[in-house]
């Protein structure tokens, strides 16, 4: 999976998936854009369907048809590629694709995250946090950080680092309670905000 970001107002993670193509495929990949999700797949030359519908689903069990394109798909001498934009996936959440080419059955899933982080340039989820949960924010150069969780008082009560975008965290980091944390980047930049914890 590879990472890209853009800042348009708010921060979008963007996010690629890859899988293994259908035997009438060279390639099915989706990216992450800041207008929704576009995948795109390519036809081998010499294969062809009649027709293709696009799948979503939001657990990778039970899909809906989102889309369609209509016609022969893929050509007899060469190899043809399509694109199709997912305007409104699920948002910070898994969203699971699928094809179904024709009569010649559905490809792989591939799946990715939609991940729009707020406006400070963070997200939690779930906040409050109740189990296990994840802390996602933007750093695309892959800066060290240090994660200071601290209560209301000022008092620390969980420390962390790494050099991801992203954390895993844990309701048993602390009592319930609200939580103020800041992110120390090597670079002396810093990210702050509040998480809720309930035990």
């Not at 993670?13 to 259908?22: C, E, R, T, Y």
């Not at 969203?95 to 991940?115: Q, V």
């Not at 969780?149 to 008092?155: E, H, V």
């Not at 609200?178 to 702050?192: G, N």
Request: glycine share 10%.
């Amino acid at each position: 999976m590879y990472r890209l970001y853009a800042i348009m107002g708010i921060l979008f993670m963007l996010l690629k998936a890859d899988a293994q193509p259908h035997a009438l495929l060279v390639r099915f990949e989706g990216i992450q854009l800041e207008e929704g999700i576009r995948l795109t797949w390519t036809f081998k030359g010499g294969s062809q369907c009649e027709g293709t519908r696009i799948f979503r689903s939001a657990e990778g069990k039970l899909f809906a048809q989102i889309g369609e394109i209509p016609g022969v798909c893929g050509a007899p001498d060469a190899e043809i590629s399509y694109t199709f934009v997912d305007n409104s996936p699920i948002l910070n959440s898994q969203n699971h694709y699928r094809l179904e080419l024709g009569n010649e059955g559905y490809t792989e899933t591939i799946s990715l995250e939609y991940i729009v982080l707020n406006r400070e340039g963070y997200l939690v989820v779930p906040n409050p946090l109740t189990s296990n949960g994840i802390l996602y924010f933007n750093n695309p150069q892959r800066k060290s950080w240090q994660l200071i969780l601290s209560d209301i008082s000022g008092k620390m009560r969980y420390l962390s680092s790494g050099n991801a975008d992203r954390t895993e965290l844990s309701n048993n980091m602390a009592n319930s309670g609200l939580y103020l944390f800041r992110l120390i980047f090597d670079d002396k930049t810093a990210l702050q905000g509040k998480l809720m914890i309930i035990r």
